[in-house]
């Protein structure tokens, strides 16, 4: 499993390809400790799905479950006790209906596209 953290416009962008892996879960959330005590809090969680046969049967992540939840609520905990906010981009129609059950699109925003989402934090801030 991948992930990697960029910089864009005082954002920072975790591309990440599965959620359901507690350990690295663990090391990105340490991760973004850091990153908060650096003075970063807004965070935009591209979470891309990988074709079903690209990778083993573990790495499956068209959906998550409920480390993937748990995972995203810290987060965001996190980054809105910092002052910021989290974003999802590029989530599957899966994630979307999770989501939608859980209640918890009324917590996360979500767009399609990077530009909307980097553009939620720049309106944000006029």
């Known amino acids: ?10 954002v920072q962008l975790l591309k990440i390809e599965s959620l359901w892996n507690a350990d690295v879960n663990r090391e990105i959330i340490t991760k973004i400790e850091q990153l908060i005590k650096e003075g970063f809090c807004n965070f935009i969680i591209e979470h891309k799905s990988t074709p079903y046969g690209q990778h083993s049967a573990a ?4 959906f998550i479950n409920s480390t993937g939840l748990s995972f ?8 809105r006790s910092a ?3 989290v974003i999802l981009y590029g989530i599957s129609e899966s994630t979307h209906q999770l989501l939608a059950l859980t209640k918890l699109n009324k917590t996360f925003s979500t767009f399609n596209a990077l530009e ?10 006029v």
Do not use: P, V, W
Request: hydrophobic share 45%; proline share 0%; net charge neutral.
């Open 72 to 79: 995203l609520i810290s987060i965001l905990t996190r980054a």
């Open 116 to 125: 909307e989402a980097l553009a939620h934090f720049q309106n944000a801030k």
């Open 83 to 85: 002052g910021g906010d």
């Open 59 to 62: 790495a499956i992540n068209n």
């Open 1 to 10: 499993m991948s992930y990697s953290f960029t910089e864009i416009s005082k």
